[in-house]
């Protein structure tokens, strides 16, 4: 099985753009760009773009020390990741070992790992506790191979990996050499979206925070694309900037059988060609 079957990153990711790099990467200009992504994720643009330098925060603490896992060791993280058996009994009880586990290491991130890949539908979801509780999703494709792995930690080598709020990625100065992407988790007024990692991460008041950022950082000339639901609301918050309809392919439910396709707009600072 070739690399392309795994997609450009090694970790899944509900909400991801998988579908529209293609288009998200015709933005990314110039040799000399400056790659930034304050609501990273599964980082699959990054992934796909290669940057020669970034800079990648997330929210999640144990998603970043994945990452740098994977950058650092991947040879590591590869073996302790395929070492653990696949089934929905070895699933549970990796589950509950990463739950009842706190400390940082490169196990738990193998667990992290484990479960990202083989829970339902790429959710990354925790309750009130702070414990992941999304169920087993099956075994949808092989574990990607070592050379895969290896690929991803070359991506990485020259990126810097924060585990912060996006506020404080945003905080500094930027420049015309800067392209800032930014996906965050989605929250309208007028429709239901998934809380991703858990109850009341991102509301409108985050939503509100970020666009005043954003509006700082567009006069500094930085170049800012972001991807979000087509509601009214953001499409106000947003007026006078760029903004193009995308249609996004996704299962409902996570059943491949079950597709629809929704509208979400893409954003942006500058003129789209």
Known sequence: MGLSTHGPSFLR???????????????????????????????????????????????????????????????????AFTSIPVSAADYYRIRNE????????????????????????????????????VPFGGVASEAPPLEFFLRCSMSLSSARLENCDFRL????????????????????????????????????????ALHGRLQLIREQGARIAMVYCDVPEVRDLFRGWTIETVSVTRNVGGFAARRKVEREVLITSFSVG
Not at 169 to 198: K, V, W
């Open 169 to 208: 990625t945003l905080e500094s100065e930027f420049t015309p050499n800067h392209f800032i992407f930014i996906d965050p988790p989605y929250f309208t007024e007028s429709a239901r979206t998934f809380l991703e990692y858990g109850p009341k991460t991102f509301g409108w008041l985050d939503l509100l």
């Open 13 to 79: 990711w509900a909400g991801s753009k998988r579908r529209i790099i293609p288009r998200l990467r015709h933005l990314i200009t110039g040799a000399e760009t400056i790659y930034v992504e304050p609501f990273c994720g599964s980082a699959s643009l990054f992934f796909s773009a290669r940057p020669r330098s970034a800079y990648l925060s997330d929210l999640n603490d144990q998603l970043i020390a994945s990452l740098k896992w994977m950058q650092d060791d991947p040879t590591e993280l590869h073996r």
């Open 98 to 133: 990463y739950n009842q586990s706190q400390e940082s290491s490169l196990d738990r991130s193998a667990m992290f790992v484990y479960l990202n890949r083989y829970c339902f539908n790429g959710l990354w979801r925790t309750n009130r506790k702070g414990h992941f509780n």
